[in-house]
């Protein structure tokens, strides 16, 4: 690591640790643990077209067929683990430096490191829930064995995973949570995320605003890096992790 980097590595473990840090994650925090965002070549979309798959008039209409591609996003998920990161955001929160994680994913990989206030934007695929009756479910791996579909026990309608599906909004408490805390943070970690997912991606320029110090940790330059970043690093969160515990231990 040359001395520039060592520098500003320094800087952001003592900022970290003045705590009121807000951590903001994407889909690239999880790569690290074998889950490709929906978007990357080797993701869900590749396969299966979300204009297809992916809105909720889709699984209204023909739950069979979706659940084809939900059957497969379990399975990855199923096999994959907390990676560093997870696990040092959780470690953050112990320490009391991180109020919040605020995640557009919907793993649960963040719950499963230790974490325990992380804000899920986008839902849980944790639980299933009946559209009708709105009676919730935990989600188990037997469900995945039902066919055509699981079904609701109170009144035999199909379970849709509780996420956010194309042409469904927000959860309205969720969004009101993360607007609040980066409202308030001192900083933002800004990690694995392209910026271009509205409403979600309006929340570091809200943190901006109110006077937050933005973190980016991105393998790419985001919608973010040149106009609200004040410190990028252009790698994988794990290396960036590995790396700040030299400073922060």
């Known amino acids: 690591m040359d001395k520039i980097k060592q520098d500003l590595m320094k800087e952001v473990a003592d900022l970290i640790k003045q705590g009121g840090v807000v951590a903001f994650t994407g889909a690239g925090i999880s790569v690290e643990s074998g889950i490709p965002p929906f978007r990357g070549a080797k993701g869900l979309w590749s396969k299966y077209n979300p204009e297809e798959y992916a809105y909720i008039e889709t699984f209204l209409r023909n739950p069979e067929k979706v659940w084809i ?21 959780a470690e953050f929160e112990t320490k009391g430096y991180l109020e919040a994680v605020i995640t557009q994913n919907i793993d649960s990989l963040h719950q499963k490191a230790g974490s325990k206030k992380v804000i899920e934007l986008h839902g849980s695929g944790d639980r299933l829930v009946c559209l009708d009756c709105k009676k919730e479910y935990p989600f188990i791996e037997e469900y995945l064995k039902l066919t055509p579909y699981p079904k609701c026990e109170r009144c035999n309608k199909p379970l849709k995973p509780a996420i956010v599906f194309f042409g469904e909004p927000l959860p309205e408490k969720a969004l009101s949570q993360a607007f609040e805390l980066v409202k308030s943070c001192k900083v933002l970690i800004v990690i694995g995320t392209s910026g271009v997912v509205y409403p979600a991606a309006y929340l570091p320029y809200e943190a901006k605003r109110s006077g937050a110090k933005i973190i980016e940790i991105n393998p790419e330059e985001s919608a973010y890096t040149n106009s609200i970043t004040d410190y990028f690093f252009k790698e994988k969160a794990g290396e960036f992790f590995k790396n700040l515990s030299f400073f922060y231990n």
Not at 69 to 89: I, T
């Open 69 to 89: 591609m939900l059957r497969e996003m379990y399975r990855c998920f199923s096999e994959a683990k907390p990676n560093l990161a997870h696990l040092v955001l």
